[in-house]
Structures are given as structure tokens and as C-alpha cells.
DNA sequence: TAGCCGATCCCCT
DNA sequence: GGGGATCGGCTAA
């Protein structure tokens, strides 16, 4: 049982988020195996890296809590890398994929962001919600991305791309349907979440996951990594896809697992500077 | 392997 | 009415 809601954990630090509203909306995507490919490079195994798991609002023993997800942006964005991100199918299949790049977007005063000028409208609005919400948009016509509102109004993180580790054929079939010219080809395991539309293809994320509890949510949760065998190199990199944002467009706002075969875009230049 | 560019439609102004 | 936190096919080197 809870010893403390969200939004009295969340009055504690200050936080002014609103609270999500219960998305009960779920849908039905293929199934398929879950036979692990072993012919891509892995990482080996990670390690712990930050508090011990919450049972707070949990109904999985693993689940990340608020306490997790109430950081501001920049280090909740270095705290997903090494974490697992789960989503289990209606029909009790277990998706999992290990979180090695992400984006932090700051709120109001970052010119990259969909609340840049503190801008607040329908699409947005879970951007500004609890700490852990899901903030899910629908870009370029065809592609959803998905982001983890964190501490701070209109502050959120980007997940970019993950390491798949478990039910790498499920993740096969849903990338095939979604692609929008069927080739034939099979995908690499390289090509199944190595970009944020990619993984939101992947894990069958789409619209209706929007301003879901990444702390609560039924179908969808993040849980603590195991631990990295040697502690990897963070690379702070200027964020993919950022045109006309001026300065913001420039700052090491995107984090990533140096030497990660699993990340979608190298910053070559930046891992100069990369540190652990 | 890198760079270019079209696809496609929701959402904001 | 126009832009966009992307992706993937095609072409050139």
C-alpha cells in the first residue's frame, strides 16, 4: 500500500503538476515470439545505478516510482540510461528494452521544447502532469515520440532509443506493419528502437498512451536496471532534430551510452568530452 | 557510408 | 495554411 500519493509527495518538493488522467485506453498489437537474437553486440550486463527500487504507488515489485521520475529534467534524463523500460501487450506479453539515449527539454525557458514560452494546449498538456506521466505526440504525419514528464512545469524527457532485451520478434512484427514501404526485409536488431518513432513502433505506443502513469499504468512501466559490469561513459550531446531553436539548439541536452551499438545518432565530437 | 529528400497529417497560429 | 523532437529509400562517392 501506498504510505504517501503522488500529489502529496509531490506538494512536498514544490511541484505544482497536475495529476494524469487515468487512461484505461489499450490496444491490440500483434503477438509473437520472444526468442532474444543473439547475434547483435550487447553491452553486457548493467548496474545499479541510483536508489533502490520504490514500492510506492507500485503494483510490480520492480516498478520505478515518483520518487524516481521527481528530478529535474537534465538528471532524470541521465538516470533512465541503464534503466528498463517495460510494456506488456494485452495478451500478457512482456516487452523490455534497456533506455541508452535520451533528450532532456527543460520547460518554458528552452526554445526547443512544445512548452517553450510556457505554452500549454490540448497536445501538451501532460507535459505539465506529474512527475512519470507520459507525454506521447503524433510528428510527420505517421510517427508518435514518447516522453516522461519530470520535475518542473512544462519539463520532460525524450526516450530515443533502447537496447532491446526481450521479445526482439514481437518488436520485429510490430516495426514491419508500421513501416510505411514493406520491403521484405527482415529488420536488424540494431534497426528495432534505435530512434524515438522507432521505439514507440516497437513497443506498440501510440497516441492513446498519452498522459498515462508510468508509475501505475498497467501496460506500460519502468524498472531499475540491472547492474553495467563497468560503469559506462555518458556523451552529452547537442539534441537530433533541433533547427530553429537558436542557442537551445546548440546545448548538450541529449544523453547517450558511449560505445552503444543500440543508439541512434553519434556525436563523434562530443564524445571527446564524453564522462562517466 | 553519408547526404538528400519525399511521405503524411495533426496541431498550432 | 504551414511546420514538424522522424524515418527509410535512393543515389553518389
Same mark, same amino acid.
Given at each position: 500500500?501506498?504510505?504517501?500519493?503522488?500529489?502529496?509527495?509531490?506538494?512536498?518538493?514544490?511541484?505544482?503538476?497536475?495529476?494524469?488522467?487515468?487512461?484505461?485506453?489499450?490496444?491490440?498489437?500483434?503477438?509473437?515470439?520472444?526468442?532474444? &537474437?543473439?547475434?547483435?553486440?550487447?553491452?553486457? +550486463?548493467?548496474?545499479?545505478?541510483?536508489?533502490?527500487?520504490?514500492?510506492?504507488?507500485?503494483?510490480?515489485?520492480?516498478? +520505478?516510482?515518483?520518487?524516481?521520475?521527481?528530478?529535474?529534467?537534465?538528471?532524470?534524463?541521465?538516470?533512465?540510461?541503464?534503466?528498463?523500460?517495460?510494456?506488456? +501487450?494485452?495478451?500478457? /506479453?512482456?516487452?523490455?528494452?534497456?533506455?541508452?539515449? /535520451?533528450?532532456?527539454?527543460?520547460?518554458?525557458?528552452?526554445?526547443?521544447?512544445?512548452?517553450?514560452?510556457?505554452?500549454?494546449?490540448?497536445?501538451?498538456?501532460?507535459?505539465?502532469?506529474?512527475?512519470?506521466?507520459?507525454?506521447? =505526440?503524433?510528428?510527420?504525419?505517421?510517427?508518435?515520440?514518447?516522453?516522461?514528464?519530470?520535475?518542473?512545469?512544462?519539463?520532460?524527457?525524450?526516450?530515443?532509443?533502447?537496447?532491446?532485451?526481450?521479445?526482439?520478434?514481437?518488436?520485429?512484427?510490430?516495426?514491419?506493419?508500421?513501416?510505411?514501404?514493406? /520491403?521484405?526485409?527482415?529488420?536488424?536488431?540494431?534497426?528495432?528502437? &534505435?530512434?524515438? &518513432?522507432?521505439?514507440?513502433?516497437?513497443?506498440?505506443?501510440?497516441?492513446?498512451?498519452?498522459?498515462?502513469?508510468?508509475?501505475?499504468?498497467?501496460?506500460?512501466?519502468?524498472?531499475?536496471?540491472?547492474?553495467?559490469?563497468?560503469?559506462?561513459?555518458?556523451?552529452?550531446?547537442?539534441?537530433?532534430?533541433?533547427?530553429?531553436?537558436?542557442?537551445?539548439?546548440?546545448?548538450?541536452?541529449?544523453? =547517450?551510452?558511449?560505445? &552503444?551499438?543500440?543508439?541512434?545518432?553519434?556525436?563523434?565530437?562530443?564524445?571527446?568530452?564524453?564522462?562517466?
Amino acid at each position: 500500500m501506498p504510505v504517501r500519493s503522488g500529489i502529496q509527495l509531490s506538494r512536498k518538493l514544490g511541484q505544482k503538476k497536475q495529476r494524469p488522467l487515468e487512461a484505461e485506453q489499450h490496444q491490440s498489437p500483434p503477438d509473437g515470439s520472444q526468442t532474444p &537474437s543473439p547475434k547483435e553486440p550487447r553491452l553486457g +550486463l548493467p548496474k545499479t545505478l541510483g536508489p533502490q527500487y520504490s514500492i510506492y504507488f507500485s503494483n510490480h515489485p520492480a516498478r +520505478l516510482g515518483l520518487d524516481f521520475f521527481d528530478q529535474p529534467a537534465v538528471s532524470l534524463a541521465r538516470a533512465f540510461l541503464g534503466q528498463v523500460l517495460v510494456r506488456q +501487450l494485452d495478451d500478457g /506479453t512482456e516487452l523490455r528494452g534497456r533506455i541508452v539515449e /535520451t533528450e532532456a527539454y527543460l520547460g518554458p525557458e528552452d526554445e526547443a521544447a512544445h512548452s517553450r514560452g510556457g505554452r500549454q494546449t490540448p497536445r501538451n498538456r501532460s507535459m505539465f502532469m506529474t512527475p512519470g506521466t507520459l507525454y506521447v =505526440y503524433f510528428i510527420y504525419g505517421m510517427y508518435f515520440c514518447m516522453n516522461v514528464s519530470s520535475q518542473g512545469d512544462g519539463a520532460c524527457v525524450l526516450l530515443r532509443a533502447l537496447e532491446p532485451l526481450e521479445g526482439l520478434e514481437t518488436m520485429r512484427q510490430l516495426r514491419s506493419t508500421s513501416r510505411k514501404s514493406n /520491403t521484405g526485409r527482415a529488420l536488424k536488431d540494431r534497426e528495432l528502437c &534505435s530512434g524515438p &518513432s522507432k521505439l514507440c513502433q516497437a513497443l506498440a505506443i501510440n497516441k492513446s498512451f498519452d498522459q498515462r502513469d508510468l508509475t501505475k499504468d498497467k501496460a506500460i512501466w519502468l524498472e531499475r536496471g540491472p547492474p553495467w559490469p563497468r560503469e559506462p561513459a555518458v556523451v552529452a550531446a547537442a539534441r537530433v532534430g533541433i533547427g530553429n531553436a537558436g542557442e537551445w539548439a546548440q546545448k548538450p541536452l541529449r544523453f =547517450y551510452i558511449q560505445g &552503444s551499438p543500440w543508439v541512434s545518432v553519434v556525436d563523434r565530437a562530443a564524445e571527446q568530452n564524453a564522462q562517466v
